[in-house]
């Protein structure tokens, strides 16, 4: 199995960027698509972005086109999501997932086998 820890995440101002990172142990980050979710107080879990195992596929939810970058390091088993014009409505705890499916549904939360613990991005105004 593998297992996944979220970092970068803190307290950054509207209009501002953050990084946050996924780092993978137990078994190659290659084998994995990978994704990113939120889930805000008090709403369900998003979906953020995603990328496949190769890098050769991206996904974005509509609200964050044109402000999120998702990319991945196999070398170093890490995957990055790069936030930049920031919003409070973007204030969650943010959560990498894995699935080493062949086929995936990038923004459905139910495919993904392996969840990380999550880190806080708060956007203040």
């Known amino acids: 199995q593998v297992q996944l820890v979220e970092s970068g995440g803190g307290l950054v101002q509207a209009g501002g960027s953050l990084s946050v990172s996924c780092v993978a142990s137990g078994r190659a980050l290659f084998r994995y698509h990978v994704g990113w979710f939120r889930q805000a107080p008090g709403k369900e879990r998003e979906s953020v972005a995603a990328?496949?195992?190769?890098?050769?596929?991206?996904f974005y939810a509509d609200s964050v086109k044109g402000r999120f970058t998702i990319s991945r390091d196999n070398a170093k088993n890490t995957v990055y999501l790069q936030m930049n014009n920031l919003k409070p409505e973007d204030t969650a705890v943010y959560y990498c997932?894995?699935?080493?499916?062949?086929?995936?549904?990038?923004?459905?939360?139910?495919?993904?086998?392996?969840w990380g613990q999550g880190t806080q991005v708060t956007v203040s105004s």
């Open positions: 997932a894995a699935t080493a499916a062949y086929y995936f549904a990038a923004g459905v939360a139910s495919s993904y086998d392996y």
């Open positions: 990328i496949s195992k190769s890098a050769s596929s991206t």
